[in-house]
């Protein structure tokens, strides 16, 4: 059978090739029915990018849900095996409210999860992925990528009480820093302490710059060193397309470690979003580690058809 | 190209005098026409107005760039977009007002007449307090007078309006301004432009 090319979307076009990448790098697919027990997105709304859930009764009385979200479907259903480590890859249609419009959508998106493992090593090979599925989608991508624990580390130094820990986080995902000063100001910590947040919360930069100016900033030693591991795992074709980005957070009762948003010229938001997500495993009662990322296909209708994918 | 929106009115004109102090002149803003964007080819800049209350959708879906948004529209909407400066220019309060003697009965639930209707749930859900919202698109302050709500929640600037009108502030919940606002993507992309502005500017901005 031949497919005539010419008659693929950028939709498709970008699905298949970035399919075929997860494939040639030895990534399982994996199928999904459509919904799910709704129990299993009550239980774990906060992880979801929006808490709306479509919802329907099924034959036999029980609540269900048109899937939202992939990563939790792929969780519940894994079973963990000692030393094996789990590599999936997936396209699939997900339903939930988008960014902006206040309605349900259809969304189609691909992505990979690696569940399992415990050294870093399948963290390199997923951020390897994300830079390269980039690469498929744009010749002119970014990915920025976070460390939540260098963050955690310096908030939770602060001891943010009540809603102030929040507030500090939500100013951090904004680059708020006239906010982050008054909300931490309000909440008694030190200047010094403030500045090294602000500093943080500001930092864009190529990872070797990123260190520079965090140690600069008295970032401590620690956290630099888990940023410089960071930069020596990166794929050296990478350079000029990765910067650390504090501001980029992840509801960190899931996620944990390493989280990355991409982007692709002409695109006004993130077109790939991942991270490790450790603490969704444990809260599901699920042993070792976990990495991955969704590519969103919706965003790149737009984008002009280059050739490339 | 870098896209700047504005919000139209004395507000955006106040902030373009900002921007042009600070190096980012365009102009052709002062040229009497209907044009409704401006462009400075030297500095690759274009400028343009829109309505206040939609520069944050300009920033947010990438038509432009960088915009200038009140805090209000920030807070009730809350655009996925970084805020970057408060320029300390527009500056108002948020605020609950009703009638100068109003008691809250709290074995009722209060009505509260708004347009911002997050801001306005959101506050009295942080209080615990049940609350009938009643959505309205203008004079507000209408409400309490004509027994449409019990207080209103809106912005206050200088309480003019609400003076004559026999009502008065009773709670102040967020001080507003306008705010620098910079679209995610493109602050990935125009990095360096992005944040020369943002330091330029911030030597403009009255402490």
Redesign the interface.
């Known amino acids: 059978m031949t497919i005539d090319t010419d008659i693929l979307n950028n939709e498709e076009k970008i699905s298949f090739a970035l399919r075929s990448l997860y494939h040639r790098r030895g990534f399982a697919p994996y199928r999904m029915r459509k919904f799910e027990e709704y129990e299993l997105y009550m239980k774990n709304k906060d992880f979801l990018l929006s808490p709306e859930v479509i919802t329907f009764t099924d034959t036999n009385g029980r609540l269900m849900a048109l899937k939202p979200d992939v990563t939790l479907s792929i969780v519940r259903a894994w079973r963990p095996a000692p030393d094996a480590v789990q590599k999936l890859y997936y396209d699939e249609n997900v339903y939930r409210v988008s ?2 419009s206040g309605g349900f959508r259809e969304i189609r998106q691909t992505g990979v999860e690696c569940l399992g493992f415990r050294d870093e090593s399948c963290i390199r090979e997923v951020l390897a992925l994300a830079l390269e599925s980039l690469a498929r989608i744009s010749p ?1 991508s ?1 990915l ?1 990528v976070s460390r939540l624990d260098v963050v955690e580390e310096l908030i939770d130094s602060l001891a943010l009480a009540g809603d102030a820990r929040n507030e500090a986080l939500r100013c951090m995902g ?3 820093v ?2 982050l000063r008054a909300v931490l100001s309000a909440a008694g910590a030190k200047p010094g302490e403030t500045e090294k947040l602000c500093r943080l919360t500001l930092c ?1 930069a190529a990872p070797k710059d990123a260190v520079g100016e965090l140690a600069a900033a008295g970032i401590p030693e620690a956290s630099l060193t888990a940023i410089e591991r960071l930069a020596a795992d990166l794929p050296e074709e990478s350079a000029g397309r990765v ?1 650390m980005d504090f ?1 980029i957070l992840g509801d960190m009762r899931y996620y944990n470690a390493v989280a990355f948003q991409g ?1 692709v ?1 002409g ?4 077109v790939l979003s991942g991270g490790c997500y450790d603490r969704l495993l444990r809260r599901m009662g699920k042993p070792g580690r976990a990495v991955g990322f969704a590519c969103y296909l919706d965003k790149l209708e737009r984008l002009e058809v280059s050739g490339h994918a | 190209m870098l896209n700047i929106a504005l919000p139209k009115g004395r507000l955006g004109e106040k902030v373009y005098a900002m921007f042009e102090r600070a190096g980012f002149e365009c102009p052709a803003i002062h040229e009497e026409n209907r044009k409704l964007y401006f462009e400075n080819e030297a500095l690759d800049l274009r400028y343009f107005w829109v309505k206040p209350s939609d520069v944050a959708i300009y920033v947010a879906r990438g038509a432009a760039d960088v915009g200038v948004a009140g805090k209000d529209i920030l807070l009730e909407y809350r655009p996925d977009v970084y805020e970057l400066l408060d320029l300390r220019v527009g500056q108002c309060r948020m605020c609950v007002a009703g009638p100068r003697d109003f008691q809250d009965d709290p074995a009722r639930t209060l009505r509260v007449a708004t347009k911002f209707l997050n801001i306005a749930s959101g506050y009295y859900a942080s209080l615990g307090r049940d609350i009938d919202v009643i959505g309205l698109n203008g004079s507000i302050e209408l409400a309490p007078i004509l027994g449409l709500s019990d207080v209103i929640v809106d912005i206050v600037e200088t309480g003019v309006t609400l003076r004559e009108n026999n009502l008065a502030v009773l709670e102040t919940i967020v001080p507003i301004s306008a705010r620098l606002i910079a679209n995610k993507a493109s602050f990935v992309f125009h990095k360096s432009r992005i944040e020369e502005m943002v330091r330029a500017i911030s030597r403009e901005v009255q402490t």
């Open positions: 960014e902006g002119e970014r920025c904004e680059k708020n006239h906010e864009s910067s501001s982007y010229r695109v006004p938001s993130s």
